[in-house]
């Protein structure tokens, strides 16, 4: 899946950590297939937090609250070895490091496993900080990261807003308040975060996939085609769109259709959580209607 990391812009995602996007789609999509004789069951993958605890190189941009050699080493160390982090911003913010020191002991902290609390430190942090607008909303779009590793749907979805209260129309933030509430079940307001996504940004094949979820989940399997047809013209690859386009065939009595997308985004993304729930998918289908 499509990611996009910007300096200074909403999209900035959690340093030291594994994105939580993919995983989430699986969750926010909901695995859920018909059987032969309507029946319908549910296969989910891993949690988003078991997930997204794995941890991820740093990306190349983060929002910048501070500048300087102290701010520099802390973010490295955050890829490198978050419990120096977290020492080393703990010294700094001692002797006066201000912003950037919080905001580097916060990312060690998700780096360490400990999401909760350091969604509640970035958000403290976006409260008060005085940096621009953009800047505040990338450290409340973290925030809202962290709580969607940290399984909490509801904080997730209130960070997230507080961001587009500063950058209403980031297509970033949209989609990740859409994720947020689709782990809760609400896929209508999800569905209109990612219409307006598709709106600002028509080539963005995630918000695509995310919005085919949407329908299904509504009972719009028609539009749900659709959408997963733009994603996968977008994107021919995408093992997300190829799993999501697996269910609708399935939902549809297109047995044979579901098999090879599943096993085409096993082959695309053999070690992710995708892979994971196609794989799932897979399985079911071999149990048989009396397995489902």
Not at 110 to 121: K, S, T, V, W, Y
Not at 128 to 151: D, L
Not at 211 to 218: C, K, Y
Not at 236 to 259: F, H, K, V
Request: with cysteine.
């Amino acid at each position: 899946m499509r990611l996009i990391w910007r300096r200074c812009g909403p999209a900035a995602r959690l340093p030291g950590v594994r994105s939580v996007r993919p995983v989430l789609l699986g969750v926010f999509a909901a695995v859920l297939l018909a059987a032969a004789g309507g029946v319908a069951w549910l296969a989910l993958g891993r949690t988003e937090a078991e997930a997204a605890s794995e941890a991820l190189p740093v990306p190349p941009d983060v929002p910048r609250l501070a500048s300087g050699p102290e701010y520099e080493r802390c973010l490295s160390l955050v890829r490198q070895d978050p419990d120096e982090a977290r020492s080393f911003a703990e010294g700094w913010e001692a002797g006066g490091g201000g912003e950037g020191a919080r905001h580097c002991s916060a990312l060690a902290l998700i780096a360490l496993g400990e999401p909760e609390r350091g969604a509640e430190r970035l958000e403290g942090l976006a409260r008060v900080s005085r940096a621009s607008a953009a800047t505040r909303a990338s450290i409340f779009a973290q925030a809202g990261q962290a709580w969607m590793m940290a399984n909490d749907g509801g904080r997730a979805f209130g960070a997230t807003t507080m961001a587009l209260t500063l950058a209403p129309d980031d297509p970033e933030l949209l989609t990740d308040r859409a994720i947020a509430l689709g782990t809760l079940g609400r896929y209508a307001e999800a569905l209109d975060d990612l219409n307006r996504v598709v709106r600002l940004d028509p080539d963005r094949a995630e918000a695509w996939v995310f919005r085919a979820a949407a329908h299904r989940h509504l009972d719009r399997v028609d539009q749900a085609a659709e959408d997963v047809a733009r994603a996968l013209t977008l994107a021919p690859d995408s093992a997300e769109a190829l799993l999501e386009r697996g269910i609708i065939r399935q939902l549809r009595g297109d047995t044979a259709g579901a098999r090879a997308d599943w096993e085409r985004a096993i082959t695309l993304a053999p070690d992710s959580a995708t892979a994971d729930l196609a794989q799932q998918n897979l399985a079911l289908n071999e149990a048989g209607p009396q397995r489902r």
